[in-house]
């Protein structure tokens, strides 16, 4: 079955420090790996998109990495301000036709002054 | 440059009483899609439709109807609400179903079942 695990759930930092989430999938087969960015009660942005043979991407201060061989990925936040307070979501697509985004969780970010 | 505009907002709703969710998109995106939001869970899809005229079902279509009124408009009617579907819930376009193109996200409707 398709699924993606993010970890921590909920994470509470300092302004100004930096901070790594994770996002393990076993979607298959591969076609892209997202993550976006839901402020409360808001929609959720897209931050980066990375495909198979991308290993980094940035957008900022936030900044991506993709390891095809384990299936992981992570977000890293460079620097945190109180505007990164929000549920950061890792979204990985599927390599076939129609619909096949799979969410994982979220993890909540508490970014504290 | 609106986007996605879904209404309402919030809403409230007894067992039983049925709604429709509005959904429009202004970016001439083939690709529509409604999905639930509920804590400690992923996105979950309840329906799709990858071009106008078509309708397809999500992960968990059960208690739901959708209508693809055009290119622009996707509701969803709930015919008879009940407490399990007391969820937030969210419209989203994409140029097409493929998922190398990126999805753009409404503001949500937050909806409770009484």
């Known amino acids: 079955k398709n699924q993606v695990e993010q970890s921590p759930q909920s994470l509470i930092i300092l302004e100004g420090k930096n901070c790594t989430l994770q996002?393990?999938?076993?979607?298959?087969?591969?076609?892209?790996l997202r993550w976006y960015k839901q402020d409360t009660g808001r929609g959720p942005v897209s931050l980066t998109i990375?495909?198979?043979?991308?290993n980094t991407k940035s957008n900022g201060r936030y900044t991506a990495t993709l390891d095809a061989d384990t299936k992981q990925s992570s977000l890293h936040i460079t620097a945190s301000q109180l505007s990164d307070s929000a549920s950061y979501i890792c979204?990985?697509?599927?390599?076939?036709?129609?619909?096949?985004?799979?969410f994982g969780p979220g993890t909540r970010l508490s970014v504290l002054p | 440059n609106a986007g996605v505009t879904q209404t309402p907002k919030f809403q409230v709703l007894k067992t039983g009483q049925s709604m429709t969710l509005q959904c429009a998109q202004d970016?001439?995106?083939?690709?529509m899609y409604w999905y639930r939001q509920d804590p400690g869970m992923g996105l979950r899809l309840i329906y799709y439709?990858?071009?106008?005229?078509?309708?397809d079902k999500g992960e968990v279509p059960n208690g739901y109807n959708v209508s693809r009124l055009n290119k622009r408009e996707f509701s969803l009617r709930l015919e008879s609400a009940a407490p399990s579907q007391t969820s937030v819930y969210f419209c989203?376009?994409?140029?097409?179903?493929?998922?190398?193109?990126?999805?753009?996200f409404g503001q949500g409707t937050r909806l409770t079942v009484v």
């Open positions: 439709s990858a071009s106008e005229g078509t309708t």
């Open positions: 989203a376009s994409s140029p097409t179903g493929q998922g190398q193109y990126e999805a753009f």
């Open positions: 970016m001439n995106h083939n690709s």
């Open positions: 996002c393990n999938y076993t979607v298959s087969p591969f076609s892209n």
């Open positions: 990375m495909t198979f043979s991308e």
């Open positions: 979204v990985v697509s599927a390599a076939k036709g129609g619909q096949n985004f799979v």
